[in-house]
């Protein structure tokens, strides 16, 4: 269970409802209609594979309620997720048939808009980190990933790469695409927020970001 009254995470502010949020740029790339779940597996792989919701509906469906945090400052508190634990989808998919090299220790993930996230595996790995098909008991809209998308509670919300596209298997990191602006690890609890200022004022330039932001997101998504 959750409780509503727990401290945020350092320099997050809750807010009541969860933003369409994201690179306002690229938000035309994604179809204004969900496409069926379809994603690649490939990098360090023997043999690259394809999953599709009939593969991952093999394994043990996943609910879960987490908080997420944007960069930016805001934070959405008690979302109820549902889908796959991505190490199940990692140890009974992607090892048996994949077969990835022994010495694999990054993860790509990629959405169908391009946006691309990098995370050590054992970051991956933990038990909370997810690929979700459904919030709130319905599919996954187009505002929050639909198909399906990572959801990686512990990290900035710039690594819960939605739209799920690609996952490359990795024998080094590869640059986020807000590599500019984002820590390459992105951990909350560390606030691995990223760029050059110090953090109070991280915290002060993502916070006015927001409001810019949404309007854009809004603006040009279709
Ligand atoms: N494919 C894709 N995934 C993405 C992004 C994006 O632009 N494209 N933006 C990221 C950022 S910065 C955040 S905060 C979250 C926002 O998720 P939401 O739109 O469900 O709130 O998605 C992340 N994943
Ligand atoms: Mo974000």
């Known amino acids: 269970m959750t409780t509503s009254t727990r401290t945020l ?7 009541s409802d969860f933003p369409r949020f994201g690179h306002p740029l690229i938000v035309r790339r994604v179809p204004s209609q969900p ?3 379809d994603i690649e597996v490939t990098g360090a792989v023997q043999a690259p594979i ?12 996943r609910e879960q309620i987490s908080d997420f945090h944007c960069v930016t400052t805001w ?4 979302l109820r997720w549902s889908g796959y634990a ?3 989808v990692w140890t009974s998919l992607v090892v048996p048939q994949a077969r990835p090299d022994a010495r694999a220790s990054h993860v790509a993930f990629t959405g169908i808009d391009g946006w691309r996230a990098c995370l050590p595996l054992e970051d991956v790995l933990a038990a909370d980190v997810l690929l ?8 996954l809209g187009i505002d929050h990933g639909a198909p399906i998308r990572l959801v990686a509670p512990a990290h900035y919300g710039f690594k819960s790469v939605k739209h799920l596209r690609r996952i490359q298997v ?13 820590h390459p690890r992105g951990r909350v609890a560390l606030e691995e927020r990223g760029g050059f200022l110090p953090l109070p004022l991280q915290r002060v330039f993502g916070r006015a970001l927001i409001a810019p932001l949404q309007v854009l997101i809004r603006l040009l998504s279709r």
């Open 86 to 88: 991505f190490g199940d």
């Open 170 to 182: 990795l024998l080094e990191p590869i640059p986020d695409s807000a590599a500019r602006i984002g």
């Open 132 to 139: 979700a098909d459904r919030l709130d008991d319905v599919p």
């Open 75 to 78: 934070s959405a508190t008690d």
């Open 9 to 15: 995470p350092p320099g997050q502010r809750a807010r």
């Open 35 to 37: 496409r069926p779940v």
């Open 50 to 61: 394809r999953l599709h919701a009939d593969d991952l509906a093999t394994l043990d469906r």
